[in-house]
């Protein structure tokens, strides 16, 4: 009996071991999952943002693009119907001159390159290019997808489609040159959306979300990041329903003379003049 009672407590002992082995392999595998995606890519640095001014903003401008030569914007509006190339006087957001398109095309992201203005159209497949100084058409390129942001960096356009994908493309053909994916710590970002380039990167609106992005074009990687909210909730009306109308932030262009960014939204009321640090 002593011999039969010594065997049984042999067996209890090693199923006992067996379970605690397994136990502590399951809780090291399920802290593993919890932990947060780790891509060897640092997280953004957060950048501040200093208000200089701000200026008056058509609150019927449904802003896809901006652009600034001097104390002059240009900018591209959408929906179908309301689709409209400006060109704007900054302190005043008087129409110096403006060009409606027609209805059925919706406007999106616009840059200046070699004395043209190139304007997406968002689903129409679209690229309609024009005079600088006279917004005469003077050509239209056709591509697949979405066209959502615009840009250049002197030598390629730049533009993206809502995905995390840039494209640069041959301004006299835009035919694809090269392609980038956007990603951060957390992996690819999508949604990108207005696009500006300066000093080497690109800062990009994020669509939906209060966030502008600093990009590395070279890598695709995400940098830096700015928060507009609290820039929001103290100046831009809560009368306007992000949820409906869509009016998030969406319009960066870079004065490089003064070395300052213009910044809008969607119907906003203000055009903001602001330097990230």
């Known amino acids: 009996m002593t011999s039969q009672l010594l065997y049984m407590k042999r067996i209890l002992f090693f199923v006992l071991i067996a379970i605690v082995f397994t136990a502590c392999n399951n809780n ?3 802290s593993n999952n919890s932990e947060p995606v780790n891509n060897g890519i640092k997280p953004p640095v957060t950048l501040g943002i200093q208000i200089l001014d701000m200026y008056p903003h058509d609150t ?6 901006l652009e600034c030569r001097d104390t ?4 591209s509006s959408g929906l179908k119907g309301k689709s409209k190339l400006s060109k704007i006087a900054l302190r005043s957001g ?3 001159r403006q060009l409606d398109l027609a209805k059925e095309y919706f406007g999106e992201g616009i840059t200046i390159l070699n004395g043209k203005i190139y304007q997406l159209t968002w689903q129409e497949h679209k690229c309609f290019v024009y005079d600088f100084k006279t917004f005469d058409k003077i050509g239209e390129f056709n591509y697949e997808g979405e066209g959502w942001g615009m840009t250049n960096d002197g030598k390629h356009l730049i533009m993206d489609n809502g995905n995390n994908n840039l494209y640069f493309r041959d301004p006299e053909t835009f035919k694809i040159v090269n392609t980038i994916g956007v990603i951060d710590n957390n992996g690819p970002l999508d949604s ?4 500006e380039f300066v000093d080497g990167f690109i800062y990009a609106n994020i669509w939906m979300t209060n966030y502008i992005v ?3 074009p070279v890598s695709g990687q995400v940098v830096a990041k700015a928060d507009l909210t609290d820039l929001i909730n103290r100046y ?3 009368t306007l329903p992000a949820e409906t109308d869509g009016s998030y932030p969406n319009g960066i262009c870079y004065d490089h003379i003064n070395n300052q960014f213009y910044i809008t939204g969607k119907l906003w009321p203000k055009i903001f003049v602001v330097r990230f640090f």
């Open 28 to 30: 090291n595998s399920n």
């Open 60 to 65: 019927t401008s449904f802003t896809e693009g």
């Open 72 to 75: 002059v914007l240009y900018e």
């Open 94 to 96: 008087k129409a110096l």
């Open 192 to 195: 990108i959306n207005e696009l």
């Open 214 to 216: 600093k990009i590395d």
């Open 236 to 238: 831009v009306p809560s």
